[in-house]
């Protein structure tokens, strides 16, 4: 048989706390609530009872406690258990230090509760103690007053976190983007330049087709003269002066004379 480990629930609508109160005060318990601290009153009420609860202010996971500071004396909290409602007010306030517990004692014929948490923030040198008192409770104006504690606002240190953290995407978001339009710009680069390498080559396979035509042709040349081996051409450059130029007065044969047919 499952026991429920809640307790109670404290609801304080001055500061949008409504959480639950478990057994004990260890690090396990107040990490998800309100802790009944052993060995004072239980939160159920009576005469001459002092009923202690604690909770962590400065979690990194959730608000507790982090805004008691701004309870005022005259604000109401809640206390709810097997289907009742007490209300209580508070009537003091104090600062004080760890090992000073003499303000916890039970009062004759005083119904009290003290809240306790950690102070100040982050530091936690003290413990703040609010207090209050028992009060009569009109069942409508408590429950109007209950559904007004709605859950806490973000506080400061979680906003910064929030704002850290959408800044922490975005420049990651940008760095990414940016190794994204470099390896695209790089591949774009990478086949242009293959595009390129592969005109270059056709260029030069197409001279080099060039080349073996006129290869071609000087070895048509070279296989005219053997294909007529009793033929020679005549050296046609005759006599020349000292420049080179055909002498006055002299022929110039046909290179080509020796080639026309010949009578028999």
């Not at 805004?67 to 009537?91: I, P």
């Not at 517990?101 to 530091?123: A, E, H, N, Q």
């Not at 087709?209 to 081996?229: F, I, K, T």
Request: aromatic content about 4%; hydrophobic content about 40%; some cysteine.
């Amino acid at each position: 048989m499952d026991i429920d480990p809640v307790m109670a629930r404290i609801v304080i609508p001055s500061i949008h706390v409504s959480l639950p109160v478990y057994h004990g005060t260890d690090s396990r318990t107040l990490a998800d609530g309100v802790g009944h601290l052993f060995g004072t009153s239980l939160p159920i009420g009576g005469p001459s009872t002092h009923a202690v609860l604690t909770g962590h202010t400065g979690l990194s996971t959730a608000t507790m406690f982090d805004n008691l500071t701004q309870v005022k004396k005259g604000d109401a909290f809640y206390v709810s258990y097997l289907g009742q409602t007490l209300k209580y007010e508070v009537v003091d306030i104090a600062v004080v230090k760890p090992e000073e517990t003499d303000s916890l004692r039970k009062v004759p014929g005083r119904d009290l509760i003290t809240l306790i948490t950690c102070t100040p923030y982050g530091v936690n040198s003290h413990r703040l103690l609010v207090t209050g008192e028992r009060v009569p409770m009109d069942p409508t104006a408590a429950a109007a007053e209950e559904a007004e504690a709605l859950p806490a606002p973000m506080q400061t240190w979680m906003k910064v976190i929030v704002v850290a953290v959408i800044i922490i995407l975005t420049v990651v978001a940008g760095i990414l983007g940016r190794l994204w339009w470099l390896r695209r710009c790089a591949r774009l680069a990478a086949r242009a330049e293959r595009t390129e390498d592969s005109e270059d080559t056709e260029d030069s396979a197409g001279i080099g087709v060039s080349h073996d035509a006129q290869d071609a042709d000087e070895a048509d040349d070279v296989g005219g003269a053997e294909r007529w081996p009793g033929r020679r051409l005549k050296d046609v450059s005759g006599p020349t002066g000292p420049d080179g130029s055909v002498a006055p007065g002299e022929r110039q044969d046909d290179p080509f004379s020796d080639l026309e047919p010949r009578e028999p």
